[in-house]
């Protein structure tokens, strides 16, 4: 469960970096990133890998967090804001925004240019690395290592999709949609608990 949300300040200083570098360099928006045309074939033909880190991380999280690890859906409670129906509107906006904000950071600017580097997989694995130790929360830690590991996991199959497609908008739309399954699935096993 990758949901960040939580108090986060998404840092605005890639995006500024990258609009810049593009008006500097003569970059496209598609050079960048921002394929926004092809992300529909994009999600297609990484469907297997949208699907994994959607649903499956997700609930195989979930379970095994909560019969493991006693604690772990408070622990999660603790690092996002509390879903209130009448802030859902606010908190949907603040969520689409952050995690195009973590992909922007994340992808586009730390695991592009680390890639140019270091290679594909050391790239991954460090912007990934760095991605899930920001969402730390303190409590337990059994419960911290399984949640900065499933954190580290969704945000490698992030970092697959966005080296396999170069879109943004391909990363992005799987963070998004994994983060609301998760929220959806956290609410909902909380009131049946």
Request: aromatic share 14%; no cysteine.
């Amino acid at each position: 469960m990758t949901i960040g949300t939580g108090g986060e300040d998404v840092n605005l200083a890639p995006l500024i970096y990258l609009l810049i570098e593009r008006k500097k360099r003569g970059r496209s928006w598609n050079d960048i990133g921002f394929k926004f045309k092809q992300t529909l074939s994009d999600l297609k033909n990484n469907w297997y890998l949208v699907i994994l880190v959607v649903i499956v991380t997700q609930v195989l999280t979930l379970i095994i967090g909560e019969y493991f690890f006693a604690g772990f859906l408070q622990h999660i409670q603790s690092r996002i804001p509390l879903i209130d129906p009448s802030h859902l509107i606010p908190f949907m906006i603040m969520l689409f925004a952050a995690t195009l904000g973590e992909e922007l950071i994340f992808r586009v600017f730390f695991q592009k240019r680390l890639n140019w580097y270091i290679g594909i997989i050391p790239a991954i694995l460090i912007s990934s690395a760095v991605f899930s130790s920001l969402h730390y929360a303190s409590g337990p830690l059994s419960i911290i290592s399984f949640d900065i590991i499933t954190i580290f996991i969704d945000s490698i199959i992030y970092g697959i999709i966005y080296y396999k497609t170069k879109n943004v908008f391909a990363a992005w739309i799987p963070h998004l949609l994994a983060d609301v399954v998760a929220i959806f699935l956290i609410v909902n096993f909380l009131s049946i608990s």
